[in-house]
């Protein structure tokens, strides 16, 4: 049985979004049209999307942003963490 790669997907997207995804592509030996087959392939698989979708509450983001602005505490080990966090 042949199968005919015919249909194209055409999508814009952030260019350092794309350079991001295909750099990591790259280390992995995927091409990102082999990625978007193989999520094609899982949304089929699992009858929707491979993964839940869910949106962050309000102290989540807040812990996001604060992690991005590598605004976060730095505890000398677990048990000391959880002393100044009561």
Do not use: D
């Amino acid at each position: 049985m042949s199968v005919h790669k015919t249909a194209i997907i055409n999508t814009r997207i952030e260019p350092s979004l794309k350079t991001k995804a295909e750099n990591i592509l790259r280390k992995t030996g995927l091409s990102a049209a082999e990625a978007i087959r193989l999520f094609y392939t899982q949304i089929c698989l699992n009858h929707g999307l491979p993964f839940a979708l869910k949106i962050p509450n309000k102290k989540t983001q807040k812990a996001m942003l604060e992690a991005e602005l590598r605004k976060t505490h730095k505890a000398k080990n677990v048990a000391a963490m959880f002393k100044e966090c009561i």
